[in-house]
């Protein structure tokens, strides 16, 4: 009999132990449902915060004119044919490819006539146009590159380089039609 007294003592035991008091769980659960209904939600509805200058913009005053730019086209002459590079992989190049560049109504054949060209137009004052962050002096003419169907990465970094080489600093990128 003490025998099964024991196992009994021992059943109650892991019975006791196996039974889990569900009754703070239960006031948790009803905590944190009360809390998410009483949080105020932020939406937001299409805003993002911008932080901008409060000195620059427009005011009353006096409008700025607009800026003419340079534009420089880059036009496929010769398309070539895409030939993979036999020492890299997936790297191709294009023999028989050849471009001009349209400078206005000026076209350079090659990279030294556009530089030429483009020393020229930076030298020229005619080619400068007021500097708005430095009032009284002059800034050379921005610059928008305008590759057309069919150019490559190479032809537009090869511009961007004389651009740069010459001394104009404000480069842009327009949409001359390319893919």
Same mark, same amino acid.
């Given at each position: 009999m003490a025998r099964k007294s024991r196992r009994q003592q021992m059943k109650e035991e892991v019975t006791k132990e196996a039974e889990i008091d569900m009754t703070p769980m239960i006031d948790v659960v009803f905590l944190l449902i009360i809390f998410f209904l009483c949080i105020d939600f932020k939406i937001l509805e299409s805003k993002l915060p911008a932080y901008l200058p409060k000195d620059t913009g427009s005011r009353g005053g006096g409008t700025m004119e607009p800026q003419e730019k340079l534009r420089i086209?880059? %036009?496929? *002459?010769?398309?070539?044919?895409?030939?993979?590079?036999p020492a890299a992989k997936n790297a191709y190049y294009w023999p028989g490819h050849k471009v001009h560049f349209s400078v206005g109504a000026t076209r350079a054949d090659s990279l030294d006539d556009?530089?030429?060209?483009?020393?020229?137009?930076?030298?020229?004052?005619?080619?400068? %146009?007021? *500097?708005p962050k430095r009032p009284g002096r002059m800034k050379p003419m921005s610059v928008v590159i305008e590759p057309d169907a069919g150019t490559v990465y190479g032809d537009v970094a090869a511009c961007v380089d004389a651009v740069k080489f010459v001394g104009f600093?404000?480069?842009h990128f327009g949409g001359g039609g390319g893919r």
């Open positions: 086209r880059i %036009v496929l *002459d010769r398309r070539g044919e895409k030939t993979l590079r556009l530089k030429r060209e483009l020393e020229e137009l930076h030298r020229d004052p005619r080619w400068s %146009v007021p *500097d600093d404000d480069i």
